[in-house]
């Protein structure tokens, strides 16, 4: 006799629940984050010893100037209405005022900012482009210790590669490749060929770094047991290997990944630097330098910013990658 069916008194999505507690986890994380990274940048002009118009004017301005400067940039007012008026500013989507150039920093930053992010995502792209198919032919050729020469020449080769910091990369790039045999420009951001070095720079390290993890994780892949029933229905070696072994070795490819883009964007700073390239990282050095804090505080928060949302997306994407991500965190 059938069992009888209990009626269903209410529709229940499994896994609701975990995911609004995601969602929320992750907003309030990042709207902390981002309230301690706005909290921090602002008081970076207020803890810096001395005075920083005087600094950015020089020794011999008139005092006259100076007070005017400040007045104009609102450093007269007490610091919960400097700090108001920086919040307000923010949500205006207006930073201040350089103290060099008396420019707004939100105009410097929105014509430099297309370089550095089209520089260091051109670099994401090639690490990820080289390292996930390296990894992968390593896994499949060393697998079980076989090709023992070949797993030691690819482990020293991408250990020293990527010990190797950008910025020396990058001289050396530029002394082979541009000063000696004057294949590719040296500096400026002039057409594709202009990319080629501070791409390379950027890209070389992190894509050997990442080359290792992804055979690592490949090689745990392979060895698991849906991978020897694939194998036991005869299904092809290809097969196999991207079409159910790949895809369950992406998740950690992915978070390395999302923190791999994060270092880019950071390590845009020296290379942008050695090659002369006109975005964010060449603009904060120099505004160092002329000791234009506005411009430092504003292009140190949209760093910090950038940085912060990569993190969050890589979250996202790894939840729905794989929704057991969600589940069980605190």
């Given at each position: 006799m059938?069992?009888?069916?209990?009626?269903v008194?209410?529709?229940?999505?499994?896994?609701?629940?975990?995911?609004?507690?995601?969602?929320?986890r992750?907003t309030?994380?990042?709207l902390?984050s981002l309230?301690?990274?706005?909290?921090?940048?602002?008081l970076?002009?207020?803890?810096?010893?001395?005075?920083?118009v005087?600094?950015?004017?020089g020794?011999?301005?008139?005092?006259?100037?100076?007070?005017?400067?400040k007045?104009?940039?609102?450093?007269?007012?007490?610091?919960?209405?400097?700090?108001a008026?920086?919040?307000?500013?923010?949500?205006?989507?207006e930073?201040?005022?350089?103290?060099s150039s008396r420019?707004p920093?939100?105009?410097?930053?929105?014509?430099?900012?297309p370089?550095t992010a089209?520089?260091?995502?051109?670099?994401?792209?090639?690490?990820?482009?080289?390292?996930v198919?390296?990894?992968?032919?390593?896994a499949?050729?060393?697998?079980?210790g076989?090709?023992?020469r070949a797993?030691?020449?690819?482990?020293g080769?991408?250990?020293?590669?990527?010990?190797?910091p950008?910025?020396?990369?990058?001289?050396?790039?530029?002394?082979?490749?541009?000063?000696q045999?004057n294949?590719?420009?040296?500096?400026?951001?002039?057409?594709?060929?202009?990319?080629?070095?501070?791409v390379?720079?950027?890209a070389?390290g992190?894509?050997?770094?990442?080359s290792?993890?992804?055979?690592?994780?490949?090689l745990?892949?392979?060895?698991a047991?849906?991978i020897?029933?694939?194998?036991?229905?005869?299904?092809t070696a290809?097969?196999i290997?991207?079409?159910?072994?790949?895809?369950?070795a992406?998740?950690?490819?992915?978070?390395?990944?999302?923190l791999?883009l994060?270092?880019?964007?950071?390590?845009?700073?020296?290379?942008?630097?050695v090659f002369?390239?006109?975005?964010?990282g060449s603009s904060i050095?120099?505004?160092?330098?002329?000791k234009d804090y506005?411009?430092v505080?504003?292009?140190?928060?949209?760093y910090?910013?950038?940085?912060?949302?990569?993190n969050t997306?890589?979250?996202?994407?790894?939840?729905?990658l794989?929704?057991?991500?969600?589940i069980?965190?605190?």
């Open positions: 059938p069992t009888a069916v209990p009626p008194r209410g529709l229940r999505i499994p896994g609701a629940h975990p995911w609004l507690r995601f969602a929320l992750r309030g994380r990042l902390v309230w301690v990274l706005v909290t921090a940048s602002f970076m002009i207020h803890l810096v010893p001395g005075d920083p005087r600094a950015a004017l020794l011999t301005a008139p005092a006259d100037l100076v007070l005017a400067r007045r104009e940039l609102g450093l007269l007012d007490p610091l919960w209405r400097q700090y008026d920086f919040l307000t500013g923010l949500f205006h989507g930073m201040g005022v350089s103290i420019l920093v939100a105009e410097t930053i929105a014509q430099r900012l370089a089209a520089l260091a995502v051109s670099a994401f792209l090639l690490s990820m482009l080289v390292a198919p390296v990894g992968v032919v390593m499949v050729l060393t697998r079980r076989r090709r023992r797993e030691l020449a690819f482990t080769t991408s250990v020293v590669l990527g010990a190797i950008d910025f020396l990369l990058a001289v050396g790039l530029v002394y082979l490749l541009a000063v045999t294949l590719f420009p040296v500096a400026g951001r002039d057409g594709l060929g202009s990319y080629v070095l501070p390379l720079a950027l070389i992190p894509a050997a770094v990442l290792r993890i992804v055979r690592v994780e490949m745990a892949v392979l060895e047991d849906y020897r029933t694939a194998r036991a229905k005869r299904l290809l097969r290997h991207l079409a159910h072994a790949l895809p369950n992406v998740t950690a490819t992915l978070t390395l990944g999302g791999l994060s270092s880019l964007v950071a390590g845009t700073v020296l290379v942008e630097n002369a390239w006109p975005g964010l050095v120099s505004s160092i330098v002329a506005p411009l505080q504003g292009t140190v928060l949209v910090g910013v950038g940085v912060l949302l990569i997306v890589v979250d996202v994407a790894l939840a729905l794989d929704p057991r991500s969600t069980g965190e605190g």
